[in-house]
């Protein structure tokens, strides 16, 4: 049991924009920044977004974040084959001290 | 180019200790914090603990807390992981991740991975 609620899988054909939803608290999304991360089959996470929205250098502009109140969401246009990989929220929570990440949210390219 | 590479998993018995490993290259080691994240096959992402930069603050995630031990050696540039009274539970591939300065657990390194077993 994940301490931030995402869905399980996405979907979405090529060209297409889908967005992943992530759910916290107050104690987590609500007072601290949301990140996100990817995790391609068989690789290690890769930082995709941190503050909420910003990119590190490399992610393609097609990546975006965005966080209201205790949700925040990433959002993928122009979906391409190989976007397919695990995505994960991420916040810290100041009642664990330390950061809580989503159960992960599959997507698949179809 | 930053590198982590994280070594000393294996398979080791319920209740036996196991030391991990994160060798660090291409940037200032001892000037940043440093994370271990674990993922169980087949799930999802759990950070186990961080240490600063100077290793004055230590946190673990409540699962781990007792049991194991982060360190570093700055000298080595080096993290390290000491693992006791390990549980299945605690089968996973460890991550080695470097925090990225911006006090917002967000983690802009990571390594390859090594993978624990814990099994009789």
């Known amino acids: 049991q994940s301490v931030l609620t995402q869905p399980p899988s996405a979907s979405g054909t090529p060209g297409q924009r889908v967005t ?39 992610v ?51 | ?23 660090a290259s291409g940037f200032t080691f001892s000037s940043y914090s440093m994370n271990w994240v674990r993922q169980a096959p087949g799930k999802g992402l759990e950070w186990v603990s961080s240490i600063s930069s100077s290793s004055s603050y230590i946190y673990y995630a ?10 570093r050696d700055n000298t080595k540039n080096s993290l390290y992981l000491q693992m006791n009274s390990l549980r299945a539970e605690d089968t996973a591939m460890y991550y080695c991740a470097r925090d990225s300065g911006r006090w917002e657990g967000d983690f802009d390194y990571w390594g390859q991975g090594t993978l624990v077993t814990v099994s009789s």
């Open chain 1, 20 to 58: 992943i939803s992530c759910s916290g608290s107050s104690s987590n999304i609500g007072s601290s920044a949301v990140n996100w991360y990817q995790q391609l089959p068989g690789t290690a996470p890769r930082l995709l977004i941190y503050s909420n929205n910003q990119r590190p250098s490399g």
């Open chain 2, 62 to 71: 409540d699962s781990v807390k007792g049991r194991f031990t982060i360190s």
């Open chain 2, 1 to 23: 180019e930053v590198q982590l590479v994280e070594s000393g998993g294996g398979l080791v018995k319920p209740g036996g200790s196991l030391r991990l490993s994160c060798a």
């Open chain 1, 60 to 110: 393609p502009g097609r990546f975006s974040g965005s966080k209201s109140g205790t949700s925040a969401s990433l959002a993928i246009s122009g979906l391409q084959s190989e976007d397919e990989a695990d995505y994960y929220c991420a916040a810290w929570d100041d009642s664990l001290t330390g950061p809580v990440f989503g159960g992960g949210t599959k997507l698949t390219v179809l």
